[in-house]
């Protein structure tokens, strides 16, 4: 079956720098997104990873490591509005979007 | 913003009606998709069309249909609710299929009592 993994939740300090991972495994791989979701929001695209290495936007950064069907976003210079949740997904190789649960992050002052 | 609007945004329905929630976009992309959201699961695409009269199902397909006339709208019904289909609807939007992003409308909350 095709499954992505991510942490629940994490909480992080304002000002700090905090790593959301993903882990999956799907039937091939035709890029990986990062989306952020507020509450009671639409989710709107943070980042598209097709080769390896990092992409950087910002204070927003991706990894991707095909090799190890792994991928991390990595937030720096944490804001109060980063509070939202972030959401993995995998195109497959029918190029269907296959989407983890999603981390909720909290922001502590 | 990418110009898709999803009506109605809150509904409160009963089990056994039939329910249609209607996705507009204004962007003039080919593909459109109907995901449900779920707490402790993922988005689930429930269908989706790439093109006018061209739609295909989904993981999550069953007790749903899809109609797209025009481009611009993609409807999806619910020809008798039943309490699992309980959640929040999204419409998504995208002009490539193998490496656009998605654009999202607003969601629309369902509960069927």
């Known amino acids: 079956g095709q499954n992505i993994d991510q942490p629940t939740e994490m909480t992080a300090t304002e000002g700090a720098i905090v790593q959301i991972n993903c882990t999956y495994q799907t039937s091939g791989f035709n890029g990986l997104f990062w989306y952020q979701q507020h509450a009671g929001e639409a989710p709107t695209f943070l980042s598209y990873?097709?080769l390896d290495g990092l992409e950087e936007k910002g204070r927003f950064s991706s990894f991707l490591s095909r090799s190890k069907g792994y991928s991390y976003l990595l937030l720096k210079e944490l804001q109060m509005k980063d509070s939202a949740s972030y959401l993995c997904a995998v195109r497959d190789s029918n190029y269907q979007l296959i989407w983890g649960a999603g981390t909720k992050l909290i922001i502590k002052p | 913003d990418a110009g898709i609007t999803q009506s109605p945004r809150h509904k409160v329905t009963e089990t056994g009606t039939p329910v249609t929630l209607r996705c507009h976009q204004t962007e003039n992309h080919r593909y459109m998709y109907w995901y449900r959201q779920d707490p402790g699961h993922g988005l689930r695409l429930i269908h989706y069309s790439y093109g006018v009269k061209d739609t295909d199902k989904g993981e999550v397909s069953d007790g749903y249909s899809v109609s797209r006339s025009k481009t611009e709208d993609f409807l999806l019904t619910l020809e008798s609710a039943t309490s699992s289909q309980t959640s929040v609807y999204f419409c998504?939007?995208?002009?490539?299929?193998?490496?656009?992003?998605?654009?999202f409308g607003e969601g629309s909350r369902l509960t069927v009592l």
């Open positions: 998504a939007i995208s002009e490539d299929e193998e490496t656009g992003e998605l654009f």
């Open positions: 990873n097709v």
